[in-house]
């Protein structure tokens, strides 16, 4: 099992900038890849980012050119640069842990990103 602990969520104007961190522990040599997730009020769940083992990533079409997924291997930690924040952005992310064939293995408990007007 995989453990996920986010942080960095807040408030921020729009145009602004937020750095989502989220530390994998447990069984970690089980992650293929690692993913963010967003959900809005009234709205479903959605994949925002995700970036593989070796490094590949991908996108969201209505983040691409702001969101930037990275990875620290040596911290097992993932984070989601976010830059010209909109206020559309504003949801709870999650981090999500996914092993082989992309099957979830684990989900942070989730962090309030609010962008104002």
């Known amino acids: 099992q995989v453990q996920l602990v986010e942080s960095g969520g807040g408030l921020v104007q729009a145009g602004g900038s937020l750095r989502l961190s989220c530390a994998a522990s447990?069984?970690?040599?089980?992650?293929?890849?690692m993913r963010w997730y967003r959900q809005a009020p009234g709205k479903e769940r959605e994949l925002v980012a995700g970036i593989t083992r070796g490094g590949s990533t991908n996108y969201a079409d209505s983040v691409k050119g702001r969101f930037t997924i990275s990875r620290d291997n040596a911290k097992n930690t993932v984070y989601l640069e976010m830059n010209s924040l909109k206020p559309e952005d504003t949801a709870v992310y999650y981090c999500?842990?996914?092993?082989?064939?992309?099957?979830?293995?684990?989900w942070g408990q989730g962090t309030q990103v609010t962008v104002s007007s």
């Open positions: 999500n842990a996914a092993g082989n064939y992309l099957l979830s293995i684990g």
């Open positions: 447990g069984n970690i040599f089980s992650i293929y890849a």
